[in-house]
């Protein structure tokens, strides 16, 4: 089983539509969580850290689920500009060694 | 500058020749990381070194890959006897301890 577990999509989405991705994790000593986002041929940029309460950015919802080690994100009234790869991404239980999932693929149409 | 810093931002090698690629950190940041990403792939972790500590080296495919750093300071990756499959964008990414990694523009290598 690999560390970190995503879905690889693609997720095809009309405009205005609400998606969620959820990410699994093995370690269940893992600290600290976060979803980046990556556009094509571009670094890896920071969208939300996730918070054992869940947490809210605009649009962007992050929740943690412990004790069935998982993460979600769920995106509300989606752009054409979110399309892009979402990546899930674990610490250890010293909060310095990140693990990357393999990343979730978005396409919002028009 | 603000960010991290990579260079070169790309380099075409012919297999078998030596690739060096280098990582400025943003400046205060004690701990730096090297990943691989092959074409539609996801991250693969190579090194990790915090502060004067030991590296964490486990991501290291092969002993053709060496990475050092001097310090809190600027990072290299070297490639000895670089193959096709080398071919990928290779990231750095620095950190405060348990904080937001934020990630370079990667040096993209291709061998030929």
């Known amino acids: 089983r690999k560390e970190v577990e995503q879905d690889p999509g693609p997720f095809n989405v009309p405009e205005g539509a609400t998606v969620a991705f959820n990410c699994t994790y093995s370690n269940s000593a893992s600290q600290s969580f976060f979803w980046y986002r990556q556009d094509c041929r571009k670094e890896p940029k920071l969208l939300m850290s996730?918070?054992?309460s869940g947490n809210e950015d605009g649009r962007f919802t992050a929740q943690l689920n412990r004790a069935s080690q998982y993460i979600s994100l769920l995106i509300r009234d989606s752009k054409l500009s979110d399309s892009a790869t979402y990546l899930c991404v674990v610490t250890n239980n010293a909060g310095n060694m990140l693990t990357f999932g393999g990343g979730t693929r978005l396409m919002v149409k028009p | 500058g603000a960010g991290v810093s990579q260079s070169p931002s790309n380099k075409v090698t012919e297999k078998g020749k030596d690739v060096e690629l280098r990582c400025d950190p943003i400046s205060g940041h004690t701990a730096l990381y090297w990943y691989r990403q092959r074409l539609g792939q996801g991250l693969e972790f190579l090194i990790y070194?915090?502060?004067?500590?030991?590296?964490?080296k486990s991501g290291l495919p092969s002993d053709r890959f060496s990475a050092e750093r001097t310090g809190e300071s600027v990072s290299t990756l070297t490639i000895q006897r670089t193959q096709q499959e080398d071919s990928a964008v290779y990231l750095c990414?620095?950190?405060?301890?348990?904080?937001?990694?934020?990630f370079g523009e990667g040096s993209w290598l291709t061998v030929v």
């Open positions: 996730v918070y054992s």
């Open positions: 990414a620095s950190s405060f301890i348990r904080n937001t990694i934020y």
């Open positions: 070194f915090q502060g004067n500590s030991a590296p964490d």
